[in-house]
Nanobody, 126 residues
Framework: HVQLVESGGGSVRAGGSLVLSCAAP????????LGWFRQAPGKEREGVAQ????????EYDDSVKGRFTISKDNDKNILLLQMNNLKPEDAAMYYC????????????????????WGQGTQVTVS
C-alpha cells in the first residue's frame, strides 16, 4: 500500500507564499513521475507541476509557471511545492500524486496518468 501524505497548506494573503510537502516512498521519488494537482470547488482536478528522475526534470502548467517550483529530496523522502506570488485563483485542495511505473512525465498532466494519491492539503488565498 503506497502512502502519500501532504502537509503545509494554510491561509495566506494574495502575493504571499507557501511550501507544500509530500512524504513519499523513496523508490517513487527516485524513479517515477511525481506531481502536484489541485482541485477547487466545482472544478476538475488539474495538474500544476510534475518532476521526474535523478536530475529532477520539471514540467509546469502555464497557470503557475514562474511562480511555483516543484522539487524533491530523495534523502528525506519528500516532494515539495514552493508557491510564490499566490493569487486567489490558486486557492484549492492540493494533492500529491505518483505513478506506479518508472519513466518520464512526458508532459502528461492527466489525472488518469497517476496511480497514487494523497489525501490533500487545503490552500486558501484571500
Amino acid at each position: 500500500h503506497v502512502q502519500l501524505v501532504e502537509s503545509g497548506g494554510g491561509s495566506v494573503r494574495a502575493g504571499g507564499s507557501l511550501v507544500l510537502s509530500c512524504a513519499a516512498p523513496n523508490y517513487l521519488l527516485r524513479s517515477s513521475c511525481l506531481g502536484w494537482f489541485r482541485q477547487a470547488p466545482g472544478k476538475e482536478r488539474e495538474g500544476v507541476a510534475q518532476i521526474y528522475g535523478p536530475g529532477g526534470i520539471t514540467e509546469y502548467d502555464d497557470s503557475v509557471k514562474g511562480r511555483f517550483t516543484i522539487s524533491k529530496d530523495n534523502d528525506k523522502n519528500i516532494l515539495l511545492l514552493q508557491m510564490n506570488n499566490l493569487k486567489p485563483e490558486d486557492a484549492a485542495m492540493y494533492y500529491c500524486a505518483g505513478r506506479n511505473r518508472t519513466g518520464w512525465c512526458n508532459g502528461d498532466f492527466s489525472r488518469s496518468a497517476f496511480d497514487y494519491w494523497g489525501q490533500g492539503t487545503q490552500v486558501t488565498v484571500s
